[in-house]
């Protein structure tokens, strides 16, 4: 079993940045991944970044060059800094983590983005 928590969102301005936090507790071994998600209103949960247990990544196109996600597996932390933010980035962001150990995805609650225009 994994627990996932995320922090850090808010409102924000147009061009501005935000950092949210995902920290992670319970049975953490054999986690092959961890990702971020994003879900505009109406819309469906999308994949934004994520990083494999190797250190490789992968981004949206629609954030690259613009989120970076990072780690510290000391912490059992993630992160996703957000630079240059735009009002389609609202919405609520989700962390995800997968494991091997049990073949489960696990999912935190979310937190909410707002990005003014």
């Known amino acids: 079993q994994v627990q996932l928590v995320e922090s850090g969102g808010g409102l924000v301005q147009a061009g501005g940045s935000l950092r949210l936090s995902c920290a992670a507790s319970?049975?953490?071994?054999?986690?092959?991944?961890t990702s971020w998600f994003h879900q505009a209103p109406g819309k469906q949960r999308e994949l934004v970044a994520q990083?494999?247990?190797?250190?490789?990544?992968n981004y949206a196109d629609s954030v690259k060059g613009r989120f970076t996600i990072a780690r510290d597996n000391a912490e059992n932390m993630v992160y996703l800094q957000m630079n240059s933010l735009r009002a389609e980035d609202t919405g609520v962001y989700y962390c995800?983590?997968?494991?091997?150990?049990?073949?489960?995805?696990?999912w935190g609650e979310g937190t909410l983005v707002t990005v003014s225009s």
């Open positions: 995800n983590v997968y494991s091997l150990y049990d073949e489960m995805n696990y």
């Open positions: 990083i494999f247990s190797s250190g490789s990544t």
């Open positions: 319970g049975r953490l071994n054999s986690i092959e991944s």
